[in-house]
């Protein structure tokens, strides 16, 4: 499983962004597809909020890769 770091710029960032900002979807857009489709973690439960606020301190995981987001 591949490791990514990512860091807060703001309070938080909407899960269909951080999939973007992240590399692993292709826009925003197709994040909020991939979130829609339930592929994505967030703390390890599926999470189907497109822009749930992800803050410093989770975790989101997707397709083998693991976002570790800090503040």
């Given at each position: 499983?591949s490791?990514i770091?990512?860091t ?6 909407p ?9 692993l ?5 197709a ?6 489709a339930?592929v994505v973690?967030?703390?390890g ?6 822009t749930c606020k992800?803050?410093?301190g989770?975790v ?5 890769a693991?976002i570790?987001v800090?503040?």
């Amino acid at each position: 499983m591949s490791s990514i770091t990512f860091t807060l710029t703001g309070e938080f960032v909407p899960l269909c962004d951080l999939l973007k900002l992240t590399g692993l979807a292709d826009s925003g857009g197709a994040g909020k597809a991939l979130v829609a489709a339930g592929v994505v973690k967030v703390d390890g439960k599926v999470e189907l909020r497109k822009t749930c606020k992800i803050r410093a301190g989770q975790v989101v995981e997707m397709d083998g890769a693991r976002i570790l987001v800090q503040g």
